[in-house]
Nanobody
């Protein structure tokens, strides 16, 4: 059974940093795309960043480019999202997802974690 477990969320002041982790288990993810999405109250789920597990190609949304970095550790089967220069508008529940198509659409991802809350105070 596929499991994605996020951790690392919390409360941080504007300008601060957090690192989210997504531990993946239950299958081989070498051909998968791993994505981070977020959802703020009253808003749709929004694409943040994605990475090819094999090869490491990355892509970011314009709203986080230059501030967030996605990476993976193959040995630990874990994907990370390093978030720097955080802003209050980054406040959301952050979700890790896995899919087989290189896409920023949430509908293209088959597996999802439970989410971790990130709150940025001004």
């Amino acid at each position: 059974q596929v499991q994605l477990v996020e951790s690392g969320g919390g409360l941080v002041q504007a300008g601060g940093s957090l690192r989210l982790s997504c531990a993946a288990s239950g299958r081989t993810f070498s051909s998968y795309v791993m994505g981070w999405f977020r959802q703020a109250p009253g808003k749709d789920r929004e694409f943040v960043a994605r990475i090819m597990w094999s090869g490491g190609s990355v892509y970011y949304s314009e709203s986080v480019k230059g501030r967030f970095t996605i990476s993976r550790d193959n040995a630990k089967n874990t994907v990370y999202l390093q978030m720097n220069s955080l802003k209050p508008e980054d406040t959301a529940v952050y979700y890790c997802a896995a899919g087989s198509i290189w896409s920023g659409s949430a509908a293209r991802y088959n597996y999802w974690g439970q989410g971790t809350q990130v709150t940025v105070s001004s």
